[in-house]
Nanobody
Framework: VQLQASGGGLVQAGGSLRLSCAVS????????MGWFRQAPGKEHEFVGA????????YYASSVKGRFTISRDNAKNTVYLQMNSLKPEDTAVYYC??????????????????WGQGTLVTVSS
């Protein structure tokens, strides 16, 4: 199983980025997917999650209204559109797979596969 996150980079505050996570080696359309992030010196933080079909999404309060998760099951890819970025969004972002497919899982322990992370840096 491979989860390949990409799309990170350096952006100014107020800007946008779209992260992608391409998945292989598992039945992608049966899994829920989540995004987490880890800022320097901090614990992993839940960002958002999506269920197997894309019909249900859930967000941390810190990103709700600014970030949007979507998925394309035909391309085995999940996306995280990040708008109105703030310096406090600076972190390594990770995608992860939830075997229940239900989405809405906010605990790291509920995910069984993880990507390698992509760095997002937001300058002020």
């Amino acid at each position: 199983v491979q989860l390949q996150a990409s799309g990170g980079g350096l952006v100014q505050a107020g800007g946008s980025l779209r992260l992608s996570c391409a998945v292989s080696g598992m039945p992608f359309s049966s899994y829920g997917m989540g995004w987490f992030r880890q800022a320097p010196g901090k614990e992993h933080e839940f960002v958002g999650a999506i269920n197997w079909s894309g019909s249900s999404t859930y967000y941390a309060s810190s990103v709700k209204g600014r970030f949007t998760i979507s998925r394309d099951n035909a391309k085995n890819t999940v996306y995280l559109q990040m708008n109105s970025l703030k310096p406090e969004d600076t972190a390594v972002y990770y995608c992860a797979a939830d075997p229940t497919g239900l989405g809405g899982k906010i605990s790291r322990n509920e995910y069984i596969y993880w990507g390698q992370g992509t760095l997002v840096t937001v300058s002020s």
